[in-house]
């Protein structure tokens, strides 16, 4: 299924030689379920949305591809059999999951659970979920880059290392003047 700009909502796509589900600029969805032999599970673009799931057995299952504008998604549920469970590409624009669910079964190394690329990564944000992967040396969240995403509320499973050594947290926990903890 590929869907431009509009409104999505209880899409279900599977593809042997593509992405299950494209959002190619879509505004907003929920309720999507993407499956595919081929490609990733579920790729976005931008758009608001809720309740999303990618399946892959060749690649991510979710992929995200931003060049500008917002993406915004909460209760993120991502699987892959062979590749890192969520792929960021990020050279512009916002990137909020919230709520994430992630799981890689792959016995390589090079397969995390997020892996994120691209020249604009201070724009990514991941809040609270589950990552998991299958193979120790793999990390929970990897760039082969610096990167300094936002990211809190993890807790991570299988993996040695959680975070890259590339990878810098840019959330900070200063409480602010009344004692609350502030989060990204």
Same mark, same amino acid.
Not at 41 to 57: A, T
């Given at each position: 299924?590929?869907?431009?700009?509009?409104?999505?909502?209880?899409?279900? @796509?599977?593809?042997?030689?593509?992405?299950?589900?494209?959002?190619?600029?879509?505004?907003?969805?929920?309720?999507?379920?993407?499956?595919?032999?081929?490609?990733?599970?579920?790729?976005?673009?931008?758009?608001?949305?809720?309740?999303?799931?990618?399946?892959?057995?060749?690649?991510? @299952?979710?992929?995200?591809?931003?060049?500008?504008?917002?993406?915004?998604? #909460?209760?993120?549920?991502? +699987?892959?059999?062979?590749?890192?469970?969520?792929?960021?590409?990020?050279?512009?624009?916002?990137?909020?999951?919230?709520?994430?669910?992630?799981?890689?079964?792959?016995?390589?190394?090079?397969? #995390?659970?997020?892996?994120?690329?691209?020249?604009?990564?201070?724009?990514?944000?991941?809040? @609270?979920?589950?990552?998991?992967?299958?193979?120790?040396?793999?990390?929970?969240?990897?760039?082969?880059?610096?990167?300094?995403? +936002?990211?809190?509320?993890?807790?991570?499973?299988?993996?040695?290392?959680?975070?890259?050594?590339?990878?810098?947290?840019?959330?900070?926990?200063?409480?602010?003047?009344? @004692?609350?903890?502030?989060?990204?």
């Amino acid at each position: 299924i590929s869907i431009g700009n509009g409104y999505a909502q209880n899409c279900t @796509g599977s593809s042997s030689a593509n992405a299950g589900v494209f959002l190619n600029g879509i505004t907003q969805f929920e309720n999507i379920r993407g499956y595919s032999s081929a490609s990733f599970g579920v790729r976005f673009q931008s758009g608001f949305g809720v309740d999303v799931s990618g399946s892959s057995r060749a690649a991510e @299952g979710i992929g995200v591809s931003k060049g500008s504008g917002t993406l915004n998604v #909460h209760n993120v549920s991502a +699987y892959s059999r062979v590749a890192s469970g969520i792929f960021i590409f990020n050279n512009g624009g916002l990137c909020k999951l919230s709520n994430v669910s992630v799981l890689t079964t792959s016995s390589g190394a090079t397969e #995390h659970g997020i892996t994120i690329t691209g020249t604009s990564n201070n724009n990514i944000y991941i809040k @609270g979920g589950s990552i998991t992967v299958s193979n120790a040396s793999s990390n929970g969240i990897y760039s082969a880059t610096p990167t300094t995403p +936002y990211f809190v509320n993890l807790a991570f499973s299988g993996c040695t290392t959680a975070i890259n050594a590339n990878v810098t947290n840019s959330q900070t926990n200063t409480p602010d003047l009344y @004692g609350n903890i502030l989060m990204g």
